[in-house]
């Protein structure tokens, strides 16, 4: 296993319409727990399709575990060029910080959005390039964009053995619990 393939919700599919919003430290974290045992397992490239939300904050969250890890590489492979084009400037302020960090860059169309097709190419190319998928998705928190990828991934493993680790909406609620400080009712592991 040598490349890696993160994508999940998109921010606005989470609710979450601006880089401050108190829940993307969790949601990060959660990435970071999966993240570090597939890069010791061999990981040496991670390749998201670099849409704001899950993609973008896989991204931070690789550009600095790249300190600890120095051969991990990142890549943004988008399905068409300037997908920033109507994006309002705060976003594309970020996703320029994030494209500077990365060691690859491609788009599959180099026309701007067209139609739906270039997602499927974007996504062809990424299954193709990849052995493992690291997807934040929950069916119970709603079907999303996500859904078409795990489908994607699921007939992929069955054709060729592809990997794919799946980060649930309470992966992220018990990483926010942990890192808060909130544990159930009987527990004695108090965090003061």
């Known amino acids: 296993m040598k490349n890696l393939l993160v994508t999940g919700y998109r921010a606005h599919e989470l609710g979450i319409f601006n880089q401050k919003h108190p829940g993307i430290p969790f949601i990060k974290q959660a990435l970071r727990s999966k993240l570090v045992p597939l890069i010791e397992d061999g990981i040496e490239w991670v390749i998201t399709p670099g849409q704001i939300g899950i993609d973008l904050w896989a991204s ?39 494209k500077r960090h990365v060691d690859y860059y491609g788009v599959v169309s180099k026309q701007p959005y067209i139609g739906p097709w ?22 119970e928190t709603g079907p999303g964009s996500p859904k078409f990828v795990k489908e994607k991934a699921l007939k992929k493993q069955q054709e060729d ?12 609620q018990n990483m926010a619990d942990e890192m808060t400080g909130f544990y159930e009712e009987g527990e004695t592991d108090w965090v003061e």
């Open 60 to 98: 931070e969250v690789v550009i600095e575990l790249k300190k600890e890890y120095p051969q991990l590489k990142l890549s943004i492979i988008s399905a068409f060029a300037d997908p920033e084009e109507n994006w309002s400037e705060d976003k594309k302020t970020y996703y320029e910080e994030i």
């Open 118 to 139: 270039q997602f499927a190419a974007r996504d062809e190319l990424l299954f193709r390039k990849t052995d493992h998928l690291l997807l934040v998705y929950d069916e």
């Open 161 to 172: 053995g592809y990997g794919i680790t799946i980060i649930h909406s309470e992966d992220i």
